[in-house]
């Protein structure tokens, strides 16, 4: 995509996922995942040279400091990706992130091996992760699945799940539960908390 079109999606995309963007402008100035992913789309590019590593790193360094997101630069993000309220997220080398994915604050996409090998989570496309939520290692988020706020995942979740606690308990979503902006406490089974 052209990269004044890719800007305006991720704007529209950003309007779609936030009640409170009030307009493209101020979207634009102020939001700081999307500062995040925009700085990520030309470090994944430098990335993918390899004389341009180490600048690709500092880069997102820069933007580590500048917005509370880290995202390695070797990381692969799909289209309408969408950080809200990013302080704290977390995405390692390895992750691979795909379609219309919504992340919250303090979401970590982490590793669990220190060898050097594809260590990080795969997400599919339509998926949600809660504010707070851990998903570490290797597995597999499928499509249209959700992760509740301060969830621990170390396993795969199936398409149209739902995965919630610590550690993470996975059960199919409901028909209700695939409607947008469901509210997050209808995902909690409180017979799973007596």
Known sequence: MALLATLRE???????????ARGDVENALVYSGL??????????RMWARPALRGPARILMQ????????????????????F???GMGVVIGET?????D????????LGGRTLQQVKRHPTIGNRVTIGAGAKVLGPLTIGDDSAVGANAVV????????????????????????????VDPTSYIDPAMYI
Do not use: C
């Open 35 to 44: 500062h995040a992913i925009w700085a990520h789309r030309l470090a994944h």
């Open 10 to 20: 991720d704007l529209r995309n950003a309007r779609a996922h936030d009640p409170a």
């Open 62 to 81: 820069a933007v580590r400091a500048f917005t509370g997101i880290e995202i390695h630069p070797g990381a692969t993000i799909g289209r309408r990706f």
């Open 101 to 108: 994915v919504m992340l919250y604050h303090g979401v970590t």
């Open 154 to 181: 170390t396993r795969d979740v199936p398409a149209e799940s739902i995965a919630t606690g610590i550690p993470a308990v996975v059960r199919q979503r409901s028909a209700k539960e695939r409607e947008q902006a």
């Open 83 to 85: 950080i809200d309220h």
């Open 95 to 99: 992750a691979e992130i795909g379609d």
